[in-house]
């Protein structure tokens, strides 16, 4: 399995940015049932889940996010995705993908720089 991150980028504070995650290894089925997730790290910060969605299309997401993020799937494409609204400087990171549960090896990431 591998997970390539995309769409991050330099943003000012307010901005919005969508960022996509394709699983490339997993048979469509199975990709369809794992739970996936967005997660982050901060310079010097460890990794951070930010959001998730199960098989269901159910979705969680950390405090700090909540009504700012939109984590999606789409089963066709093997493909997650984060929208990212309202960005805030706190927002900057990597942001990587990998399942809620059961995780393949991480992908690089996209960095998100989020400006004030």
Do not use: H
Not at 7 to 15: D, F, N, S
Request: aromatic share 10%; hydrophobic share 35%; net charge neutral.
């Amino acid at each position: 399995v591998q997970l390539v991150e995309s769409g991050g980028g330099l943003v000012q504070a307010g901005g919005s940015l969508r960022l996509s995650c394709v699983a490339s290894g997993y048979t469509g089925y199975i990709f369809s049932l794992t739970s996936m997730a967005w997660y982050r790290q901060a310079s010097g910060k460890p990794r951070e889940l930010v959001a998730s969605i199960d098989s269901s299309r159910a979705t969680d997401y950390e405090d700090s996010v909540k009504g700012r993020f939109a984590i999606s799937r789409d089963n066709a494409k093997n493909t997650v995705y984060l929208q990212m609204n309202s960005l805030r400087p706190e927002d900057t990171a990597v942001y990587y993908c990998n399942g809620l549960t059961s995780w393949a090896p991480w992908g690089q990431g996209t960095q998100v720089t989020v400006s004030s």
